[in-house]
């Protein structure tokens, strides 16, 4: 019995030795393959092990994001969870950064010899790529400092649009022509860029008209402030109103100002009250006027062309 035992421990012995030394062993020096930079502490090894290791990483971090945004977003409509994704990118790829830099520590690799190479290297880079890292401290900017958020109506280049996600290098926007626009976070930076709706929803639109000399100019009035209140998406308050603006060549210039919430649908808006406008005033006998213009015509003095004759003769013969 005790031999048996004694058998049996040996074989285990064996077992755990073939084991360790030689699967175990062989698995750690195919993770330990890869490139040795310096020794000592300032030695750097990328291997196969912690190549392997950041991808469980990444894998991991990546579900634990997913699902944190999930679980926040829970609750969110519309517009208020697009404006969420804009800022929880710039929160995944600074955790990212932390993943690797944890990682790499883990690993045993010097992080502060890593760093100062890494600075050097964007030195070079930013030299290089000067735009590139514009863009991306736009978009930096723009998620931290919230001076434009999904939603938004903007004009850039005078295109009007509605920006539908913020990027850390770019920006999209839908366009009242059903096109997307990207439009690079620097010019958000360095050009003068409209956004309607950074203080409200709200934003005053107008539409000018002018009326034949001798109208009625309280007839007018009326008339385009009843064309406002028979548009269902111009609010009531604060209320629209009219101005006389100008004496024109042709026609008395006037203009009627109102208030809308969705100025992506400005110029659908407009066209309804043009239309209105128009029907309101052949009911009423109001007459909008074409350009007139006075053209004058002279004759020619006889005389002139008498001279002109025994000129042109004389210099023939």
Known sequence: MVKILMLIQDDVSALEEFVE??????????????????EGDNSVHLTIG???????????????????????????EGDDKLKFFSIFKFIKYLVY???????????????????????????????????????????VYIIVDKSLRVGDIIQVDGKVGKVI?????????????????IVPNHKFMSDIVFNYTQNRKTTRESVSVGVAYGSDVDLVTQLLIECTENEPDIVRNPKPFVLFDDFGDSALLFSVHFFIEDSFQALKIKSHVRYSIDEHFRKNNV????PQRDVHLFQASSVSVQGDSDKHQKETN
């Open 21 to 38: 030394e030689d699967i175990w062993g062989t698995i750690k020096e195919f993770l330990n393959l890869g490139l040795h930079i310096g």
């Open 50 to 76: 912690l190549l392997l290791l950041l991808i469980v990483a990444f894998v991991i971090t990546n579900i634990v994001l997913k699902w944190t945004r999930n679980w926040l977003t829970r609750r969110m």
């Open 97 to 139: 950064v932390a993943v690797i830099l944890f990682v790499m520590s883990a690993a045993g690799i010097n992080i502060t010899l890593l760093i100062t190479a890494s600075a050097v290297l964007f030195v070079g880079l930013g030299l290089a790529l000067q735009e590139l890292f514009q863009d991306l401290i736009g978009g």
């Open 165 to 181: 996600e913020i990027e850390l290098r770019s920006t999209r926007a839908l366009t009242r022509d059903d096109k997307v626009i």
């Open 287 to 290: 007459t909008i006027p074409f």
